[in-house]
């Protein structure tokens, strides 16, 4: 079985102010876990993903997170926020094994202000 | 490369009665998810196709079903619309098994009224 908690519907940040959106899982095998981010009557865009490579992930739009086995979490981080960056951002678990589908956590908003 | 495709955009019908999505995945993508993400709670998985077969379902009733063609397009049926299945469905393509994660589309708005 899998689970993803995300801390916080929301969080607000100012611009160019240091983004942090957290993420813990739960998870009976390896994981793979993933970022993705929403913005407004859109799809899901993927923002990186840690498949048992390196445990430090970079993704797109200067994005980044760090697998944390002994602390279970998967947190996402970007130095210096723009407004371009508010969006709803999710993360996301998967068994690293069998039919295992994605399990989504229920989201963290962005905002920022300027 | 077209991404995901999902038609309609929107789609609004009357509690009773029969709703269906389409999706055309990625191509060379054989594998289609379908989610639902309702106000407030989440994307929810609905079902997972692969090479035509259905390889896992989420918790929802018989009445949401689908199916996937020889061209690996997909179709999502709900019947019997109640109200609390207004949400945004969100199809998603892969290649395989998606252990690498799925791209997905911009999804159809339900509204049921």
């Known amino acids: 079985a899998q689970s993803v908690t995300q801390l916080g519907s929301h969080v607000s940040v100012s611009e160019g102010a240091l983004v942090l959106l957290r993420c813990n899982y739960s998870s009976s095998v390896p994981p793979y876990l993933f970022w993705y981010v929403q913005y407004p009557n859109q799809g899901l865009q993927l923002l990186l993903k840690y498949t048992s490579a390196a445990t430090l992930v970079k993704g797109i739009n200067g994005f980044e997170a760090e697998f944390k086995k002994s602390e279970t979490s998967f947190h996402l981080t970007k130095p210096s926020a723009h407004m371009s960056d508010a969006a709803e951002y999710f993360c996301a678990v998967r068994l690293n094994s069998g039919y295992s589908t994605l399990t989504f956590g229920k989201g963290t908003m962005l905002l920022v202000s300027p | 490369e077209a991404g995901v495709t999902q038609s309609p955009t929107h789609l609004i019908k009357t509690r009773g009665q029969q709703a269906t999505l389409r999706c055309s995945p990625i191509?060379?993508?054989?594998?289609v998810y379908w989610y639902q993400q309702a106000l407030g709670l989440g994307l929810q998985f609905l079902l997972w196709?692969?090479?035509?077969?259905?390889?896992n379902r989420g918790n929802f009733p018989p009445r949401f079903s689908g199916r996937q063609f020889p061209n690996y397009s997909s179709e999502l049926n709900v019947n019997a619309l109640e109200l609390e299945d207004s949400a945004l469905y969100l199809c998603?393509?892969?290649?395989?098994?998606?252990?690498?994660?799925?791209?997905f589309g911009s999804g159809t708005r339900l509204t049921v009224v």
């Open positions: 191509s060379g993508h054989t594998s």
């Open positions: 196709y692969d090479e035509g077969e259905e390889r």
């Open positions: 998603a393509s892969s290649p395989s098994t998606g252990a690498h994660g799925y791209t």
